[in-house]
């Protein structure tokens, strides 16, 4: 079980700290899990670092980078200080799915009724999560492990967070580069014009119904890769059947498909982790 460490002097971003139940295996080596937008308001985040803590031997942090604001503050998604609080998951659930064709046979009049109540509910703090506002906290979270003494660093994202979990070139900020030597991205946004940028191991894990990572873009993925393949640039991936968008973050236990490859993304990263962060120990 993990504790919720607060800023402190030296420290600006909060976070989830999760230790092994037992020795720690090595101290200068840590895992960054980057949340969903739902932040804290979903259990997944601290369970996952929970176990990837006990199962690498080594600390597990969820950096907290969704800043929270006070009164209407959350109201102003184009203020450039704040950053609204995370919304609930429940809202999403009417056109979220979270197994596939699940809202197939839904009337139109409820689809539109769905969607009008969800673009409400989502537009304004959509616009407060945008990349220009939550990279610069993540990428001072890393920062500050740096910092402290954490020399190599993976990378683990959910959702569209995976944006973060990238290659030590991609997070970079200027001249300082970050320690995360290895990373991996469980159903991102597809984002190709930073596929470029990776030079450092990569493992992704995707959905077959992911309605923005499709088919198309999978396969525009792997021939990016190809060439970064021949240059010795480790890139694999993983399609898991019958899974929607989010069964990494937020699976639907109930459906065995999506329960099973819940499983799979730890025993995966976890895998990888041992393979290309703690070099086969």
């Known amino acids: 079980m993990g504790i919720m460490e607060p800023p402190s002097g030296t420290r600006a971003i909060k976070r989830y700290h ?4 037992g020795h720690i295996f090595d101290e200068h080596a840590a895992v960054v899990l980057f949340y969903d937008v739902f932040g ?11 176990a990837f803590a006990d199962h690498l031997g080594i600390s597990v942090f969820v950096p907290d980078y969704i800043r929270r ?7 102003l998604p184009f203020s450039s200080t704040s950053i609204a609080d995370p919304p609930s998951p429940d809202w999403a659930d009417p056109v979220l799915e979270s197994v596939p064709d699940e809202y197939a046979n839904k009337r139109w009049i409820n689809t539109i009724r769905d969607y009008a109540y969800y673009i409400r509910k989502a537009l304004p703090y ?18 500050e492990l740096k910092a402290e003494g954490y020399e190599r660093i993976g990378a683990i994202g959910l959702d569209s967070s995976s944006n973060k979990a990238k ?27 930073w ?12 959905a077959s ?12 993925l792997c021939r990016t890769f190809e060439p970064k393949q021949k240059k010795g640039i480790e890139f694999d991936h993983t399609i898991f059947p019958e899974t929607t968008h989010g069964f990494a973050s937020r699976p639907n236990l109930a459906h065995e498909p999506s329960r099973k490859a819940f499983e799979d993304v730890g025993q995966l990263s976890t895998e990888f982790f041992k393979k290309h962060l703690l070099f086969g120990h």
């Open 18 to 21: 999760a230790r092994p139940k």
């Open 40 to 50: 804290f308001n979903i259990p997944n985040p601290q369970i996952m670092a929970d």
């Open 167 to 193: 290659s030590v070139k991609a997070l970079t900020i200027d001249t300082s580069p970050t320690p995360i030597i290895c990373g991996v991205m469980c159903h991102p946004t597809p984002e190709p014009n």
């Open 209 to 220: 119904h992911d309605k923005h990572f499709t088919a198309g873009k999978i396969a525009q």
């Open 69 to 75: 604001c006070f009164g209407f503050l959350h109201r």
């Open 195 to 206: 596929w470029d940028t990776i030079t450092e191991p990569s493992l992704w894990l995707l």
């Open 126 to 143: 959509a616009m407060s999560v945008q990349p220009s506002r939550l990279t610069p906290p993540s990428l001072k979270a890393v920062q």
